[in-house]
């Protein structure tokens, strides 16, 4: 048993997650390098010269940001909308990650709140959530702030975001991602953070950016609070 874990989770009272990683892989079977070749050949139509450094991007969500960085906001919204039509396309062929369901249902059973914030659109996340019948356990879902990408996480914005939702104070909350950009925005939000280590090369890198603990599997938290929710 994970001890840090146990800690960790005996001084939160709500608990936010991250969707693509913790709750599922979005792009299990609409992969994120097509989507990112679909957007780019959207910024070709609107006339935008594409660099070759943008044009072999493979995140779909980092071709929204720097689309936003560099383009007037008509573009933008144009990458914006194409996004988020993929995103829905997407969370129907989503692959569910291994315990995710089971750690919303158990945080909801121990009396948690339980949000999602993540830099996909809310569209695609409560479609996921209701396909999966998971809907009725999230009190809140965060998603991408529209054709505004400087919004997403690392800005710790939607993570406070949920807080406020969830009426608990940062240090109360937890929140549960796979990337770097989970990490930074929960410290920069005061809220702690566990590192979901879904490939072990993100284990090092983890630690570095000051995950409060490092899981390999979302059974580690399923575990803990199905445990509390029968104590």
């Not at 194409?82 to 750690?103: K, M």
């Not at 979901?196 to 995950?211: E, T």
């Amino acid at each position: 048993m994970n001890a840090d874990l146990g800690r960790l989770l005996g001084d939160v009272d709500a608990l936010l997650l991250d969707f693509d990683g913790p709750v599922c892989s979005i792009f299990a079977g609409y992969p994120a390098p097509q989507i990112a070749a679909e957007l780019v050949d959207v910024l070709r139509q609107h006339g935008v010269n594409v660099p070759p450094e943008l044009a072999s991007e493979p995140d779909p969500l980092e071709v929204l940001r720097r689309t936003g960085t560099a383009s007037d906001q008509d573009v933008t919204r144009a990458i914006e909308d194409a996004l988020c039509a993929a995103e829905r396309r997407a969370v129907e062929t989503a692959e569910p990650t291994p315990y995710g369901r089971e750690v919303i249902v158990a945080a909801r059973q121990a009396g948690m709140p339980v949000a999602v914030v993540s830099n996909n659109s809310a569209g695609a996340v409560n479609a996921y959530l209701v396909a999966h019948r998971l809907a009725a356990h999230v009190s809140l879902v965060v998603g991408r702030a529209y054709a505004e990408p400087d919004r997403m996480k690392p800005n710790p914005e939607p993570i406070l975001k949920a807080v406020r939702a969830v009426g608990e104070r940062p240090n109360r909350c937890v929140l549960v991602g796979d990337s770097i950009s989970d990490i930074d925005g929960a410290r920069a939000a005061g809220v702690q953070v566990i590192g979901y280590v879904n490939r072990p090369i993100k284990l090092k890198a983890f630690q570095v950016a000051g995950a409060d603990v490092v899981i390999a599997s979302m059974g580690e938290i399923a575990g803990l609070l199905i445990g509390r929710s029968l104590s």
